[in-house]
């Protein structure tokens, strides 16, 4: 009797690993979230670019110097007009999954710019890339990102990820 107990501790011991892992892994990819949210409330542009999972952009054929000039452009137009975010808030990660050696994690937003009088707002999700086990992440905004884009990550659920997302936006704050 003492033996089979024996047998089923490790294995216990196993399966609470992997959960306190797995919550590690989203702690780490909201702290990397949230780092990426402090660069763009500064409209700091390389500090933005260094949280930017570049990978899936350079595939769509936009070379890293075309990013810095983008989003340096973008930055310093929103600074020229006096723009802020009045709102920038990340919700609780969904739970990360692994797909071709690299971790992946959705974590939802809500944004509301202001400038010249005006407030624009997205409620949409960053998707988190993580090539180190979910040590580090890197990020893209998933307003624009379609299927097409990652064709090799099919667990990438994109319909059901804007769903969610639109659902969420019906649920008063």
Avoid at 49 to 55: D, G, M
Avoid at 99 to 123: H, Q
């Amino acid at each position: 009797m003492s033996r089979q107990s024996g047998c089923l501790y490790p294995w216990g011991c196993l399966a609470f690993a992997v959960a306190v892992s797995a919550a590690d892994i989203s702690a780490n990819a909201s702290r990397d979230a949230a780092s990426l949210l402090n660069c763009m409330k500064a409209f700091d542009a390389s500090c933005s670019i260094s949280l930017t999972y570049t990978k899936v952009l350079e595939q769509l054929g936009i070379s890293r110097s075309q990013l810095d000039q983008a989003v340096g452009g973008l930055y310093a137009n929103l600074k020229s007009i006096h723009a802020m975010y009045s709102r920038l808030e990340l919700s609780t990660p969904w739970p990360p999954f692994e797909n071709s050696g690299r971790s992946y994690i959705f974590i939802p937003y809500y944004a509301v710019l202001e400038a010249n009088g005006r407030k624009m707002t997205a409620k949409s999700y960053f998707i988190g890339v993580s090539e180190d086990s979910g040590v580090s992440w890197k990020f893209v905004d998933g307003q624009q990102i379609t299927k097409t884009h990652w064709p090799r990550d099919p667990r990438l659920c994109w319909e059901t990820a804007r769903a969610r997302v639109m659902a969420d936006a019906l649920v008063p704050k």
